[in-house]
Each structure stands twice: as structure tokens, then as C-alpha cells.
């Protein structure tokens, strides 16, 4: 397998072993599109390593830990008690540069087992819901399996769309992963909560109805929201402290919030002073609409609550996907970062002989590199904290990601390498911070190697009836074994045959 400087595989293995070479016109488009770093961005990039692991022989210089405490590092080395988590290198003779230091291996108690739900949330409705799954009813499904002795319910993304009509429906697609729908509220749990008498109404049609109607649901809950909003104490100290301590990612994101609601979903179409986050135009949206940004700051403080409250002896896995929509918050956020056109993939395979596009723009390994890898400490400190698991969806996307070029299908893809090393090490020191498994989805093309290396990092693998043929004594002990997921067919399907009926019927089968 060779691969260029620009971290592009050359040729690749189909799923019948034969060797494919990337055709011309897709390199040339992929490299066009990643660039090259700058001369001496590799002095500047982070240091990754763990206590007692390398530097670097250039490597020295005065390390200025999160607790304030500061001291001098060098000879290749990094002393062992220097303390896990993200510090400040400054050299003497270069930039600062971000240090991180992890444990190398994800949490995991010794001996743990466990059997438990994996559950769309959405689809978990009851009848105290409104029309949808929430988070009042994932506290109720918690207790009810604490009471069968199970260990663990495993959710679909829980991370915001846009703030809009129309919802976007897949919870593979969000605007960002780092914060929270607000779908997902149990609104009547909130002070100033309950609905008029014209709501309950709308409310009634809507837990009669036997599908999902997302807009209705959150124009509903939307309104009765912003009623809950505009009623709270005017300085509510709580609520305060905790919006500062998120810093500048929450205020990012209520900001584009607000601004889609004043100019739609995706903020390519908006006009041109606003595309960019540190433009003047923006700051001064920002404060002209501060009360928008604090309404939407304060949905997440409220997400961040109740699910709190939804946790306990058994453990919440939440789901990490693989990318965001390319005119969501976090692709605005981060556009430098990002492969404009790009949609992150699959090549063709037996599941899929056409390939899979799957709507996200992927990073630029080099520029996620040059940001400190804050796009992606952002997004898993997002969906391990305060759950207690996490399950990464194509966890291979780690090592490699099949770029989809602009005006191009699956089939002309190539594979783009990541920095795997200081990713698994990333995930590992978030894993340890808030004491919670990772699960790593490892379905479908992967490449020699992987498993044996995320197993030796800490991470469960993903193991599923469907696809397996050995016994499940011969799978790993360290994995996760379900029957199905959420883009297979469903346990009740499986028991009556739908999934055979519905592919004959579609022509796929």
C-alpha cells in the first residue's frame, strides 16, 4: 500500500481482496483540495504522548500544566509525573505548542459484563412524550432495566440540528457533534412547562399518531420553551456560571443557532458577511440578538440536566458519528478545517456494491492537526461526558476515512490517512476524565491491524449476529454483541421475516 505526502492511498483492496488503483483525476482533486501545510507547521502542531513517553529529540522547553503549575521538560523524554491532560508547551526557541498527555488506554473496570438495550431514542416514545422519545422517557427505560439487572442502554446520537422546520431526521447527520437537540427535552419537567389548552390539544393529536412528525413536535415544543425561557428568574445564578464555564464552543454554537433562525439552516446560503464566525458582522448579531444566543445556551443547560438525571447505576453509551452536515454549526465553525465538497463514504462492498456517500465534509488531517485537535477533543468530550459510555461510529474513521470527491460517486473515492495515534490517545485521556467505556463500531472494510489496536487501546469492539459465523465463544471477550443496529433490519423484522420481505419488495434482495 503506498501513500503520498499528501496522506492519500494510492491504491486500495476492494471487499474481494483485489488490489484498486485511485484514478488520476481523484488524486489530483483530493490533493487540490488538502493542500500543504505551511513550511515549520510541525513545530507548531501538538505534542501527544503519555507520562513517561517521547518527546521528541527538538522537544524542550517550559510545560505549563491545566492547574497553573509549571515546569521543565526536555531530553526526549516526558517525566512520569507529569499529569494527565492538556498543557502548554513554551519552548524556548519556538511557538507554544498544545501538550497532551493521555493514559494511552481507554477505561474499562476489570471483569466488567453486562447486558443491556441499545435504543433509538426517538422511536421510544410513551405516553407521558410529546410525540417523541425524550430524555424523561430514557430516565424511566433506565430505571426499568436497573430493575431487570441490566448494565447499560446504548442511544442514537442525541446532538442538535438546526433549530428549524424542516427537522432533520437522521441522527447520523447533525449540525454539530458537540451539543445537544433540544428535541429531547421533557418540556413539562421545566418550570413554566405546561402546555395551553390549544397545545394539549396538538399535543394529544400527536401521541395518537403512529409515526414521527418532527416538525410538529418542535414547533410545539418549541413554543412552550421559549415560554419556559422568557419566565426563568431574570438572574439565574445557576445557569450563568454554568454557560461561562463552557466558554467560547457554547457561544459559538447558540450564535449560529440564532442566526439560523433568522436565515435558515445551512449557512452557505446566508448572506456573505455572516458565512464566517470571527466576522465583524457576526459580533454584531451577536449582540443585537444576546437574548436569541442566551435562549439557546440555555436549552443546552437544560439537555445537560436532564440527562444527568436519565443516568445512574446503569450506564447511558452515547453515539459518536462519524461527521456533521456540511451546513451545520460545527462545519461553520470549523470551515478552514474541513474538505469543502467532499463527502465522507465507503467504497463499495457485499452490504453496499454501489459505495456510500454519507453527507459529511471530512477534516483535513494536516489543518485538525494545526487546530489542535479541538474540533475532535470537542466532539468526544461532548457525547462521553456525563454518560458513562460512548460508542464511535466507524471507529476505523480513525485511521483512515474514504474521501468522496466533488461531482464525483463512492466508486471514485480514495482512502485519507488520520494521525490514528494521537486520536486513540485523545479518546483515552477523555475516556479516564469521565470514567466511561468506549465502544468502537467496527463494522464492515476494515483493514489488517485495526482491531488488534483498538483492543490493545481499551476500546470494545462491535459484534453483531448478522454478520458473524463463528460462535460467539470464538468473539473477543472484549466486545460489545448485539443482533442488529440502527441501518440493519430490526429485532421484530428479523423474527418475522420482514427484512427478507422488504428487500424483495424494494429489489435488493
Known amino acids: 500500500m503506498t501513500t503520498d505526502r499528501w496522506g492519500i492511498d494510492t491504491q486500495w483492496v476492494d471487499a474481494r481482496g483485489r ?8 488524486l489530483r482533486q483530493l490533493r487540490d483540495l488538502i493542500g500543504e501545510p505551511p513550511a515549520g507547521a510541525e513545530r507548531q502542531a501538538p505534542v501527544v504522548t503519555s507520562p513517561g513517553g517521547a518527546l521528541g529529540a527538538d522537544v524542550a522547553g517550559e510545560v505549563v500544566c491545566e492547574d497553573g503549575s509549571a515546569r521543565w521538560v526536555g531530553g526526549g523524554v516526558l517525566p512520569r509525573d507529569v499529569p494527565l491532560g492538556y498543557h502548554w508547551l513554551h519552548s524556548s526557541d519556538g511557538p507554544r505548542r498544545r501538550l497532551i498527555v493521555s493514559p494511552g488506554r481507554c477505561w474499562l473496570p476489570a471483569g466488567w459484563r453486562a447486558w443491556g438495550l441499545a435504543v433509538q431514542l426517538y422511536a421510544a416514545r410513551s405516553r407521558a412524550s410529546w410525540g417523541i422519545g425524550d430524555l424523561g422517557d430514557l430516565r424511566s427505560l433506565r430505571e426499568w432495566l436497573q430493575g431487570l439487572g441490566g448494565g447499560f442502554v446504548l442511544v442514537n446520537p ?9 427537522q432533520e431526521a437522521s441522527p447520523y447527520l447533525p449540525a454539530t457533534r458537540r451539543w445537544r437537540n433540544p428535541i429531547y427535552l421533557r418540556v413539562d419537567m421545566l418550570p413554566g412547562g405546561e402546555p395551553t389548552d390549544v397545545e394539549r390539544n396538538e399535543l394529544r393529536d400527536l401521541q395518537a ?48 443557532c440564532a442566526l439560523a433562525d433568522a436565515h435558515g439552516a445551512d449557512w452557505r446560503d446566508w448572506p456573505a458577511p455572516l458565512q464566517r464566525p470571527d466576522a465583524a458582522a457576526v459580533a454584531r448579531f451577536a449582540a443585537e440578538h444576546a437574548v436569541e444566543i442566551a435562549f439557546h445556551s440555555w436549552l ?15 450506564i447511558v453509551i452515547q453515539d459518536l458519528p462519524i461527521g456533521v452536515a456540511g451546513g451545520g454549526a460545527d462545519a461553520w465553525t470549523w470551515q478552514a478545517q474541513l474538505a469543502s465538497g467532499v463527502e465522507v463514504g465507503a467504497p463499495p462492498d457485499v452490504f453496499s456494491p454501489d459505495g456510500q456517500a454519507w453527507g459529511s465534509p471530512p477534516f483535513i488531517p494536516w489543518r485538525l ?12 468530550r461532548g457525547t462521553i461526558t456525563g454518560a458513562g459510555g460512548m460508542r464511535i461510529d466507524h471507529v476505523m474513521g480513525l485511521f483512515r476515512l474514504w474521501w468522496v470527491p466533488p ?43 485495526v482491531r488488534e489496536t483498538l483492543a490493545a487501546r481499551g476500546l470494545l469492539s462491535y459484534k453483531l449476529v448478522w454478520f458473524e459465523a463463528h460462535d ?4 473477543p471477550s472484549a466486545s460489545m454483541a448485539a443482533v442488529t443496529t440502527h441501518d440493519l433490519p430490526t429485532v421484530s423484522g428479523l423474527w418475522g421475516g420482514l427484512d427478507l420481505h422488504d428487500q424483495r419488495r424494494y429489489g435488493t434482495g
Open 19 to 26: 488490489s484498486r488503483a485511485v484514478a488520476d483525476r481523484t
Open 158 to 166: 442525541l446532538l442538535a440540528v438546526a433549530p428549524t422546520l424542516s
Open 209 to 256: 399518531g403512529g409515526r414521527i412528525d418532527r416538525d410538529r413536535v418542535w414547533a410545539l415544543k418549541r413554543a412552550v420553551l421559549g415560554r419556559a425561557f422568557r419566565a426563568r428568574r431574570p438572574a439565574d445564578d445557576e445557569f450563568e456560571t454554568w454557560r461561562a464555564q463552557q466558554g467560547s464552543a457554547l457561544h459559538a454554537h447558540a450564535t449560529w
Open 300 to 314: 443546552q443547560w437544560q439537555l445537560d440536566r436532564q440527562l444527568a438525571a436519565a443516568s445512574g447505576d446503569v
Open 369 to 380: 492537526r494545526q487546530a489542535d485537535y479541538e474540533p475532535f477533543v470537542q466532539a468526544v
Open 407 to 449: 461531482g464525483g460517486t463512492p466508486v471514485d473515492g480514495a482512502y485519507v490517512r488520520y494521525p490514528s495515534r494521537d486520536l486513540l490517545d485523545i479518546v483515552a485521556l477523555e475516556s479516564h476524565r469521565a470514567r466511561a467505556l468506549v465502544v468502537g463500531e467496527d463494522l464492515g472494510t476494515v483493514e489488517p491491524g
Open 472 to 475: 460467539p465463544a470464538d468473539w
